[in-house]
C-alpha cells in the first residue's frame, strides 16, 4: 500500500505572487499528495492557484493584537507598563500565558483555542496543526513549512523518514549564543541558564520540519503546551523548537547539519557556503540536490533561478538575525 503524506503550512496576508513559487515548485516535483494551508486575511488571487494545484485551504478567524499603540502616561503607569508604545502581544498575550501556566492549564483546550486566536501567527499555527493531525490521524510523513521563502527541488518525501522527526540545522558560522534574536528568544523563554548551556549548538530553524505522524504529533503537543504557557511574543515558535531538541524532550529525533538531509535553511549562511550545480541548483554536502530550500531569496541568484516564475520578485536583505 502507498504511503499517505501531508503538507501543512499557514499563510496570513499573502498573495498569489507570494506562494507561487512555493505551489509551483512543490507540484512540478511530482508529488501529487495532500496540501493544506490554513489561511487568514489572504487575497483573493490566491484561489485559482490553489484550484490548479489542488491546495485544500482552511481559512481561520483570527484577532490581530500585533500592532503598537501610543499610550498617555498616565495610562500606561496605571496598567503597570514601562513603555508608552503599547503591543498588545506582548503586554496583554504574556501576561494571559503566565495565568494559564499558574493555573495549570496549558494543555487544556480551552487555552489552546485561546491561544490560536490571540497569539502571534508564527505560534499559533502550530496549534492549528497539533489539532488538524489529531483529527485526521490517517498519514504517514508530515511536512510543516514555511511558505513565502520556500522552494522544493525534489520530491519532499522522497527519503525515508522512519518514525522519526527530523530537524535541519542552519549554517553553523553563526551559533544560537552568538545570533541576537535567537539567545532573546531562549533567555526570555527559559532563563539565562538555559540560553547558557545552547549557546554553543547551532541554529535550528522551525521554518522546516519533517517527520512520522506519530513523531510529529508528539513533538507538537510539547511544542504547543509551551507555546501556550510560555509565550513571549515573536519568535516564541523558534525558541520553544531548539529548546525542545537540544534538551532531548523529545525522543526519535535525527538533527542534520547544515547541508545535510531534505531541507537547508539558507538565510544567514554565506553564498560560498551554498553548493550549486550547473542547472543552479542547491546541492547538499554529498552532492544530491536537497528537495527543499528555505530561505533562498536572501541571495539574489538564487532567488533568480529557482522560482523561474517570479523573477521579479524583490531580494530580501541578508539579515543579521535568524528567523
Given at each position: 500500500?502507498?504511503?499517505?503524506?501531508?503538507?501543512?503550512?499557514?499563510?496570513e496576508?499573502?498573495?498569489a505572487?507570494?506562494?507561487?513559487?512555493?505551489?509551483d515548485?512543490?507540484?512540478?516535483?511530482?508529488?501529487?499528495?495532500?496540501?493544506?494551508?490554513?489561511?487568514?486575511?489572504?487575497?483573493?488571487?490566491?484561489?485559482?492557484?490553489?484550484?490548479?494545484?489542488?491546495?485544500?485551504?482552511?481559512?481561520?478567524?483570527?484577532?490581530?493584537?500585533?500592532?503598537?499603540?501610543?499610550?498617555?502616561?498616565?495610562?500606561?503607569?496605571?496598567?503597570?507598563?514601562?513603555?508608552?508604545?503599547?503591543?498588545?502581544?506582548?503586554?496583554?498575550?504574556?501576561?494571559?500565558?503566565?495565568?494559564?501556566?499558574?493555573?495549570?492549564?496549558?494543555?487544556?483546550?480551552?487555552?489552546?483555542?485561546?491561544?490560536?486566536?490571540?497569539?502571534?501567527?508564527?505560534?499559533a499555527?502550530?496549534?492549528?496543526?497539533?489539532?488538524?493531525?489529531?483529527?485526521?490521524?490517517?498519514?504517514?510523513?508530515?511536512?510543516?513549512?514555511?511558505?513565502?521563502?520556500?522552494?522544493?527541488?525534489?520530491?519532499?518525501?522522497?527519503?525515508?523518514?522512519?518514525?522519526?522527526?527530523?530537524?535541519?540545522?542552519?549554517?553553523?558560522?553563526t551559533?544560537?549564543?552568538?545570533?541576537?534574536?535567537?539567545?532573546?528568544?531562549?533567555?526570555?523563554?527559559?532563563?539565562?541558564?538555559?540560553?547558557?548551556?545552547?549557546?554553543?549548538?547551532?541554529?535550528?530553524?522551525?521554518?522546516?520540519?519533517?517527520?512520522?505522524?506519530?513523531?510529529?504529533?508528539?513533538?507538537?503537543?510539547?511544542?504547543?503546551?509551551?507555546?501556550?504557557?510560555?509565550?513571549?511574543?515573536?519568535?516564541t515558535?523558534?525558541?520553544?523548537?531548539?529548546?525542545?531538541?537540544?534538551k532531548?524532550?523529545?525522543?526519535?529525533?535525527?538533527?542534520?547539519?547544515?547541508?545535510?538531509?531534505?531541507?537547508?535553511h539558507?538565510g544567514?549562511?554565506?553564498?560560498?557556503?551554498?553548493?550549486?550545480?550547473?542547472?543552479?541548483?542547491?546541492?547538499?554536502?554529498?552532492?544530491?540536490?536537497?528537495?527543499?530550500?528555505h530561505?533562498?531569496?536572501?541571495?539574489?541568484?538564487?532567488?533568480?533561478?529557482?522560482?523561474?516564475?517570479?523573477?521579479?520578485?524583490?531580494?530580501?536583505?541578508?539579515?543579521?538575525?535568524?528567523?
Amino acid at each position: 500500500m502507498s504511503s499517505r503524506n501531508l503538507v501543512l503550512a499557514y499563510i496570513e496576508d499573502y498573495s498569489a505572487h507570494d506562494i507561487a513559487p512555493f505551489v509551483d515548485t512543490l507540484r512540478a516535483t511530482g508529488y501529487d499528495g495532500d496540501v493544506v494551508f490554513f489561511t487568514s486575511n489572504i487575497d483573493p488571487d490566491c484561489a485559482p492557484l490553489f484550484r490548479t494545484h489542488q491546495i485544500h485551504e482552511i481559512p481561520v478567524t483570527r484577532v490581530d493584537l500585533k500592532g503598537s499603540y501610543s499610550l498617555d502616561g498616565r495610562l500606561t503607569r496605571a496598567l503597570g507598563l514601562n513603555d508608552v508604545s503599547f503591543i498588545p502581544d506582548i503586554s496583554i498575550n504574556r501576561r494571559l500565558s503566565k495565568g494559564i501556566a499558574a493555573l495549570n492549564l496549558g494543555d487544556t483546550a480551552a487555552a489552546r483555542l485561546a491561544a490560536q486566536y490571540l497569539w502571534h501567527c508564527q505560534s499559533a499555527r502550530f496549534i492549528y496543526f497539533f489539532s488538524y493531525l489529531k483529527r485526521h490521524p490517517g498519514y504517514d510523513t508530515v511536512l510543516l513549512t514555511d511558505v513565502r521563502d520556500v522552494v522544493f527541488q525534489d520530491n519532499p518525501f522522497s527519503a525515508s523518514v522512519d518514525d522519526a522527526l527530523h530537524v535541519f540545522e542552519e549554517y553553523g558560522g553563526t551559533l544560537l549564543g552568538n545570533q541576537i534574536n535567537n539567545a532573546k528568544w531562549i533567555d526570555n523563554l527559559y532563563g539565562a541558564d538555559a540560553l547558557e548551556e545552547l549557546a554553543a549548538f547551532p541554529i535550528i530553524c522551525c521554518g522546516v520540519t519533517l517527520g512520522s505522524t506519530s513523531a510529529m504529533v508528539e513533538y507538537l503537543r510539547l511544542m504547543c503546551h509551551d507555546i501556550v504557557t510560555r509565550y513571549s511574543g515573536w519568535g516564541t515558535d523558534q525558541g520553544i523548537h531548539n529548546y525542545l531538541v537540544r534538551k532531548e524532550r523529545l525522543q526519535n529525533v535525527t538533527v542534520h547539519p547544515f547541508g545535510n538531509g531534505a531541507a537547508m535553511h539558507v538565510g544567514i549562511a554565506p553564498r560560498s557556503a551554498i553548493a550549486t550545480d550547473a542547472e543552479a541548483r542547491v546541492l547538499t554536502e554529498d552532492g544530491t540536490v536537497c528537495p527543499i530550500i528555505h530561505q533562498y531569496d536572501r541571495h539574489e541568484d538564487l532567488r533568480r533561478s529557482l522560482p523561474s516564475l517570479y523573477d521579479d520578485r524583490p531580494t530580501a536583505p541578508v539579515p543579521e538575525q535568524s528567523s
